[in-house]
């Protein structure tokens, strides 16, 4: 499956983005679907994750209560709606895709989407 991000951008602190991973090749439903980060100079960081069917959803500490993680399987695509947005959100975000089971683990999923870049200015 290929992923494609999209939706980044630049937005004020306490402002909104939703961000959207379409994926083309093979349906989307076979898998389930993180979303992860990276901030210059930083390791890539889990933020939610959605289970195949849309049924269980798991966020970062950081970011729940603010981020909502969704799908919509008949048009291959997982959004992430990220609100009341913080200077500490800014990173470049990645959609990925695996077959298993929950992980918050970057070495369990095996398809990347390129990353969307957002930039909260405070």
């Known amino acids: 499956v290929q992923l494609q991000a999209s939706g980044g951008g630049l937005v004020q602190a306490g402002g909104s983005l939703r961000l959207s991973c379409a994926a083309s090749g093979r349906t989307l439903s076979l898998y389930s679907v993180g979303w992860f980060r990276q901030a210059p100079g930083k390791e890539r960081e889990f933020v939610a994750y959605?289970?195949?069917?849309?049924?269980?959803?798991i966020y970062a500490n950081s970011v729940r209560g603010r981020f909502t993680i969704s799908r919509d399987n008949a048009k291959e695509t997982v959004y992430l709606q990220m609100n009341s947005l913080k200077a500490e959100d800014t990173a470049v975000y990645y959609c990925?895709?695996?077959?298993?089971?929950?992980?918050?683990?970057?070495?369990?999923?095996?398809?990347w989407g390129q990353g969307t870049l957002v930039t909260v200015s405070s």
């Open positions: 959605i289970s195949w069917s849309g049924s269980s959803t």
């Open positions: 990925a895709a695996r077959s298993g089971s929950v992980s918050m683990k970057t070495l369990d999923y095996a398809y």
